[in-house]
């Protein structure tokens, strides 16, 4: 069975990494998988790449070079889109978000499901989406037209749909819960045993994170620790962190060891991230991001903190005192217990589809 599966991230690549890992379960399973992604290109993915998008904001969108696309670019984008869709021969149309988010990418998504019309068609969503009431008769009716299931990759225990979507019984029968998509832990040994590890996933709006932490490790109980910031794209930018105990570093391919090695992890509140930190089984501080009027991190932290797997510091709070102290009090917590989350929606979304195509 061939799958065609649509992702667009704007902003961070929080989307693509969880839609690579879905189709690195799919190929296991035995689809054979077409990942298209329409955000900026990123090094090591193995995608087919379109003409790349992004937006600071989530509203306006810009073109490789930066600038505003015109109605001329749209053409271009959906026309390579939907050449890819047809060369692809795709039993089963996979598109992550839309139509519960990625309204911007309507221009391209609306003809792509029409040329579906024919296939089995699936959405693919995290646990929270960004809440919007007014929209929510607009999203159903596309569904309606368009979809026949939709993943959600989460556990209702912790967040059901309905917490951010409010017409989601709406969609019984249709809506199935996978658990939440990690990827499983594959490297072995002690890299990172002791430390604390501060990430911001790719980095894009971590900075002031980064530097908060860098300062609250001499008014943490964990002082004597080695604090290792993980940077992202601001790593060069930020060598000033440096310091004696402080290691500044872009990124670490052993990422997942050292979660599960540290001492403690202080990080945003990404679905990736905290996913694998819970796999990991790693006390935590959480500063979810809150610009741009994003909720999800914020409501995801809390409904974490109130099951005593994390602490939360509100990035309103954010300050080296407030932080170490949040450092102080998750490291003196028990490790999140196996099991405290369900954690297996690649393999299970993998075998939905399997379900539905067969």
Known sequence: MKVFFYVQH????????????????????GFEVTLASGGAPVEGMAVLQLPPASSPDFKVLLDEKGNPVDDAWKKRRRAALLDAYRSSKADILLIELFPFGRRQMRFELLPLLEAAQARLVVCSVRDLIQPNPAREDETLQVFERHFDHVLVHGDPRVAPFERTFGRAADLAGRLH??????????????????????????????????????????????RDRTWRVLAGINAKDMRSLKSEGVIVEQYRNDFTLRLKNCVLSVSQAGYNTVMETLQAGARAVLVPYAGGGESEQTLRAKLLAERGLVEVVEE??????????????????PRPAPGAVDLGGARRSAELLREWAA
Do not use: F, M, N
Request: net charge positive; proline share 2%; glycine share 14%.
């Open 316 to 333: 309103g709070a954010l300050v080296p005192a407030t932080l170490a102290r949040a450092v102080d009090r998750a490291a003196a917590r």
């Open 177 to 222: 819960y996978t658990g939440y998509v990690v990827e499983e832990p594959a490297a072995q040994g002690d890299a990172g045993a002791g430390e604390v590890l501060v990430s911001a996933g790719g980095g894009a709006v971590g900075r002031r994170l980064l530097e908060t932490a860098a300062a609250a490790r001499a008014l943490s109980s964990l």
């Open 10 to 29: 704007l902003l961070g690549i929080g989307h693509l990494k969880r839609a690579a890992t879905l189709a690195r379960a799919l190929r296991a399973a």
